[in-house]
């Protein structure tokens, strides 16, 4: 018997409803990708993006990876960015980080951890960035919460660094980077003060002519 009996039958459960209400929705959604919004989110189990905004299937195109990094050397992340934009024309791209994250936790510690520590380095490069402000903060959950913001502004940055997205923009393309954080506790998704819209918000050192 396979053990993944439970999984297959919820799925078909799930087909099923879908189809009840929209008896044409697996025919449209097969002939066409279309969604609006590329989401860059934690890989974290409790985050489903889909769910946790309410949208269904092809209409929000998701890439996820531990603590929601956009790395100017991670050819996975730069791939799903390029189709986004150059392909798919998404209007949005949303870097979504969440209060509790285990990576952002991790990167606050001083044990080792292996492989990920050179992933977690980044994070840490962010609170290197930031330590000012986290040295009048004296509570540490404070602090924890911050750095999972901060670390959403950071990759913000990033994502509007590339090469795609700077050069969809000289082409005046309509295209906005979002930056939000998750809560857990509470479900709730609350934007941050952090949208880019125009190469004129981000440094001057990521410029081009």
């Known amino acids: 018997m396979s053990e993944l009996k439970h999984l297959l039958a919820k799925n078909r459960a799930w087909a099923a409803g879908i189809k009840q209400e929209d008896p ?5 959604l097969f002939a066409q990708q279309a ?6 989110g934690c890989a974290d189990s ?6 946790i905004v309410g949208m269904l299937p092809g209409e929000l195109f998701v890439h996820r990876n531990i603590a929601n990094m956009v790395i100017h050397s991670d050819l996975n992340c ?3 960015i390029q189709y986004a934009v150059e392909v798919l024309a998404v209007k949005h791209i949303i870097v979504c980080g969440h209060y509790g994250c285990g990576g952002v936790k991790a990167a606050m510690e ?11 380095g980044h994070i840490r490069d962010v609170y290197r960035f930031h ?8 509570d540490a959950e404070e602090r924890f919460d911050r750095l999972c913001e901060l670390n959403v502004i950071e990759q ?14 000289k082409s005046g393309r309509q295209l906005s ?19 880019i819209t125009g190469p004129e918000q981000i440094s001057s050192i990521y410029r081009q002519k």
């Open 78 to 80: 730069l791939s799903v």
């Open 110 to 120: 001083t044990e080792e951890h292996g492989l990920i520590d050179n992933w977690l």
């Open 177 to 195: 980077v979002h930056g939000c954080i998750y809560s857990i506790k509470d479900g709730i998704l609350t934007e941050l003060d952090v949208t």
């Open 131 to 138: 330590r000012q402000e986290f040295y009048v903060l004296q």
């Open 24 to 28: 044409d929705f697996f025919k449209k």
């Open 46 to 51: 409790r985050v489903p993006a889909n769910q």
């Open 156 to 169: 913000v940055g990033n994502v509007c660094s590339t090469t795609f997205v700077k050069q969809a923009w």
């Open 35 to 40: 969604p609006e919004y590329l989401w860059i």
